[in-house]
């Protein structure tokens, strides 16, 4: 799936809040024992594995990407009820349905496509975007909240406007 320009000159992109906070980037990573050497033997990452911090990971997911979707609606000028379908990050069911009842908003909103190909990384968003499209979830036109989190750690959410 590839985004571009509107062709008629609208801007369907009415925000991206995207933001970091690397004091807590321990708590999901690869460790790498070189990391502050430019160059890392190739052997050095055979026995480096991705470390999770789930509880750590879950509190995090679950409070702050709640704050980004609601800094990025009122950034927009949008109000929570008018938002037609969340694509969130599919990291987990607990932190989807968490979110949706922080955000006091139906679970039926939220896209949730986990059970088919569990957690994609980075692909998630996307992949549950052109589903959600295909599938007739995602209307012409809609409004829509993507949003994500990860490594580092990292945060993110697009308000768009869907006119496929």
Same mark, same amino acid.
């Given at each position: 799936m590839v985004l571009t320009r509107s062709?008629? $000159?609208q801007d369907d992109i009415l925000h991206i809040d995207i933001e970091a906070d690397g004091s807590k980037g321990a708590e999901l990573k690869i460790p790498l024992i070189g990391k502050n050497c430019p160059l890392v033997e190739p052997n050095t990452l055979q026995s480096q594995h991705v470390f999770m911090n789930g509880k750590e990971i879950y509190k995090f997911a679950v409070?702050?990407?709640p704050e980004s979707i609601k800094k990025a609606l009122d950034e927009s000028n949008t109000k929570l009820?008018?938002?037609d379908c969340f694509i969130l990050h599919q990291a987990n069911?607990?932190?989807i349905e968490s979110i949706a009842d922080k955000l006091n908003v139906s679970k039926d909103?939220?896209?949730v496509n986990l059970h088919k190909? $569990?957690?994609t990384s980075a692909a998630s968003i996307a992949i549950a975007l052109l589903e959600a499209i295909q599938d007739g979830t995602v209307k012409n036109p809609s409004l829509l909240v993507l949003s994500g989190?990860?490594?580092g750690l990292?945060?993110?959410t697009a308000v768009i406007k869907w006119r496929g």
């Open positions: 062709e008629d $000159g409070n702050t990407v009820e008018d938002v069911v607990r932190i909103k939220f896209y190909y $569990g957690n989190f990860g490594a990292t945060w993110g």
